[in-house]
C-alpha cells in the first residue's frame, strides 16, 4: 500500500476527459505544493507531466492540467487520445524525515 | 538534452549487495544545481523512491532502506551508483536514475534487477 493514493484505472473515449486522484494518507504526505505527475509508458522512460501541482514543463500538452484541493491532487487529461494510454503516478515531497512518496500508479485506458 | 542510462547486474543472489551504475550525458554530475535520484519499481507494484546525492556528496535516503544504502557519485566518470546490501526477494524490481530533488526529469529507461535464491 502506497502513502499516495490512486485509483488502479481510470478509462475514457476519445476525446473526453478523465480525472486521477491522487490523496494522501498522512497529513504531511501531501501538504506541501510539490507535487508531480509523470506519465510511464511501460518500457520506456518516465516523463514529468506536472510538477509543482500545476506546473506544465516545456513540451509537455496543455491538455494535461492539475490541481490540488486539501490533501488530494489531481491530474485532468482532457481531449483524450490514443497516445495518452499509459501508467500515471503523482509524487509529493513529503519532508525532511520521509523526503518523496509515489503513489501506486494508476492506468490510463483509451476505449 | 541530459540522458540517463542504468547498467549493472540483472541477477544478484540473496543476502549479497546489488550495484548499479547511472551514466549521465548532455549533464554533468558535479553541476552545484543539481541532485540524482534513483527510484525502483517491483513488478506490478508502484514507484518508490530509494536516496539521491547532491554532487557535494550529500545524500538522502528512504528511511525503510536508510540502513543497506550507499548513493555516490563520480565526477571523473561522470556518473553516479547505488549499493544496496543483503538484498532479499522483495528488492527485486526495475531501477531507475532520474535527475532531481523533488521532480525527476530526465529519468533513464530502467533496468531490471532480480534477486535469486
Known amino acids: 500500500q502506497s502513502d499516495l493514493t490512486q485509483p488502479a484505472s481510470v478509462s475514457g473515449s476519445p476525446g473526453q476527459s478523465i480525472t486521477i486522484s491522487c490523496t494522501g494518507l498522512?497529513?504531511?504526505?501531501?501538504?506541501?505544493?510539490?507535487v508531480s505527475w509523470y506519465q510511464h509508458h511501460p518500457g520506456k522512460a518516465p516523463k514529468v507531466i506536472i510538477s509543482d501541482v500545476s506546473n506544465r514543463p516545456s513540451g509537455v500538452s496543455n491538455r494535461f492540467s492539475g490541481s490540488k484541493s486539501g490533501n488530494t491532487a489531481s491530474l485532468t487529461i482532457s481531449g483524450l487520445q490514443a497516445d495518452d494510454e499509459a501508467d500515471y503516478y503523482c509524487s509529493s515531497y513529503a519532508g525532511t524525515s520521509i523526503f518523496v512518496l509515489f503513489g501506486g500508479g494508476t492506468k490510463v485506458t483509451v476505449l | 538534452q541530459v540522458q540517463l542510462q542504468e547498467s549493472g547486474p540483472g541477477l544478484v543472489k540473496a543476502s549479497q549487495t546489488l550495484s548499479l551504475t547511472c551514466s549521465v550525458s548532455?549533464?554533468?554530475?558535479?553541476?552545484?544545481?543539481?541532485?540524482w535520484s534513483w527510484i525502483r519499481q517491483p513488478a506490478g507494484k508502484g514507484l518508490e523512491w530509494v536516496g539521491r546525492i547532491h554532487a557535494s556528496g550529500s545524500t538522502y535516503y528512504n528511511p525503510s532502506l536508510k540502513s543497506r544504502v550507499t548513493i555516490s557519485v563520480d565526477t571523473s566518470r561522470n556518473q553516479f551508483s547505488l549499493r544496496l546490501t543483503s538484498v532479499t526477494a522483495t528488492d527485486t524490481a526495475v531501477y531507475y536514475c532520474?535527475?532531481?530533488?523533488?521532480?525527476?526529469?530526465?529519468w533513464g529507461q530502467g533496468t531490471l534487477v532480480t534477486v535469486s535464491s
Open positions: 532520474a535527475r532531481g530533488r523533488v521532480v525527476f526529469d530526465p
Open positions: 548532455g549533464g554533468s554530475v558535479a553541476s552545484a544545481t543539481d541532485h
Open positions: 498522512r497529513s504531511d504526505s501531501i501538504g506541501y505544493n510539490f
